[in-house]
């Protein structure tokens, strides 16, 4: 930990002071806060682009806008943008990749062909940073995914290639995991649909149980590889029906003990995954988040301090599933800086969840439990001005990384020196 100021350390000591009127201890909150690791996802710095087929448009409902200057072209501008932003994050996080930023070295390799060796210096980059890394096989802009099908296609051929793509992602997430001495959760997420109403809902349903078995059929130890599904509500093509809805992912991992994974940005506009939590807790052992922020659609907004964010971090905080959920992010911003919409995003995620590890969670429990509801709203609105901001300036500067918006002048100074002469 780096040292403070004497006004950042007179301001925590009195925050603290505060605090502990109400039960509530910071240090152990900020030692909490600092043992959670979110994993960053890759995309955000080159808008879902990937190193497979350079300038070819995104496809399978994924669409990214804006065009700010100084996206990352190459693995090396990618790992640079990231290493920009974790400097302005405190903590130690993770990497989430997609298997279409495989490093093939210009040699056209097809998905079904992968194997850990093109993830070699993404290993590398994670291993000598001390980070654990994520992956997600790639279902989408490819010619074997152009009618909207993969996992759930008529074509038993087509299948199979999509499930050869699994199969081998799991074994690249293995790899990873074993290198990095920290399980990968490798998630399935594909964007098979119907524009328009189907006749048939449940030929396609039965097609995506079978291979995805038929990917799960081979045991990995959990120690290197978890496997998650990820459900979707609708995308773009997929209107009126989805293959993967939640349904059908629920069912899935609970009979197949898989994480399920939630998407902020994957429900109706009026759901919220904060709810779902406790629910599916109860019948899964883990599960994966996709901290997104969907805006009247799945459009993967940058994460902000929102009620949402706020209320997802007070429930793994008050349901005690810290230790039980992974945390990731999941949006794309080309319309602003991409390394500060990273650096945005993620402190916004941790700010929320060191906000609901102050909560004065015995006391508002105490009021529920015997039935004083007056006294629990009085107390959570109470909460809301607690000198919050204090220990999170602490948590900043004792972690070496800038306070407050100071880091916005780090990355507006990267621009200029780096990612303007891209």
């Known amino acids: 930990m780096s040292k403070t100021s004497s006004h950042t350390e007179q301001a925590f000591q009195l925050a603290k002071e505060r605090y502990a009127e109400l039960g509530v201890n910071v240090d152990q909150a900020l030692s909490c806060l600092s043992a959670i690791a ?3 996802h890759c995309w955000q710095g080159d808008d879902v682009g990937g190193f497979e087929r350079s300038g070819e448009e995104l496809s399978g409902g994924i669409a990214v806008t804006g ?34 930023y495989a490093e093939t070295g210009g040699k056209k390799v097809e998905r079904d062909e992968l194997d850990a060796s093109y993830f070699q210096n993404w290993i590398a980059w994670a291993k000598d940073r001390g980070m654990g890394m994520d992956f997600n096989p ?17 074509d038993p051929a087509i299948r199979r290639f999509w499930v050869d793509h699994g199969i081998i992602c799991r074994k690249i997430g293995a790899e990873m995991g074993k290198a990095l001495g920290s399980p990968c959760v490798n998630n399935f997420w594909i964007p098979d649909g119907f524009k328009d109403i189907p006749v048939d809902r449940l030929s396609p349903r039965k097609w995506l149980a079978e291979s995805l078995d038929a990917i799960f059929a081979e045991p990995i130890d959990p120690k290197h590889n978890l496997d998650a599904v990820e459900a979707k509500l609708f995308g773009i093509g997929s209107e009126c029906y989805v293959v993967g809805s939640h349904e059908f992912y629920l069912g899935y991992a609970v009979s197949r003990k898989k994480l399920l994974c939630l998407d902020a940005g994957h429900f109706h506009p009026t759901e919220t995954i904060s ?14 988040l996709h901290v997104s922020r969907g805006v009247r659609w799945d459009s993967d907004h940058v994460v ?25 992010l999941d ?39 015997t039935g ?11 909460t809301k001005t607690l000198p919050f ?7 900043c500067e004792t972690s070496g990384v800038p306070v407050g918006h100071a880091w916005i002048a780090e990355v507006k100074r990267y621009e200029e020196q780096v990612l303007s002469k891209r």
């Open 389 to 395: 901001s204090t220990v999170w300036d602490y948590y």
């Open 138 to 154: 790639t279902y989408f802009s490819h010619p074997k995914a152009a009618d909207g099908f993969t996992l759930a296609h008529r």
């Open 275 to 288: 709810d779902k939590i406790s629910s599916v807790m109860m019948w899964l052992d883990e599960i994966l």
């Open 304 to 328: 902000i301090l929102s009620d949402e964010l706020q209320a997802i971090a007070q429930e793994l905080v008050r349901g005690d599933f810290l230790g039980r959920v992974h945390i990731g």
């Open 331 to 369: 949006f794309f911003d080309a319309s602003i800086n991409r390394v500060a919409a990273w650096v945005i995003g993620t402190r916004s995620m941790l700010k929320a969840l060191l906000m609901a590890l102050l909560e004065p969670i015995a006391q508002l429990r105490q009021c529920e439990s």
């Open 372 to 382: 004083d509801y007056t006294s629990r709203l009085a107390m959570l609105e109470e």
């Open 38 to 40: 979110v994993s960053l």
């Open 67 to 100: 065009n700010y200057p100084g996206k990352a072209r190459t693995p090396d501008e990618l790992r640079a943008d990231l290493d920009k932003a974790m400097a302005m994050i405190p903590g130690k996080h993770r990497l989430n990749l997609h298997a279409s």
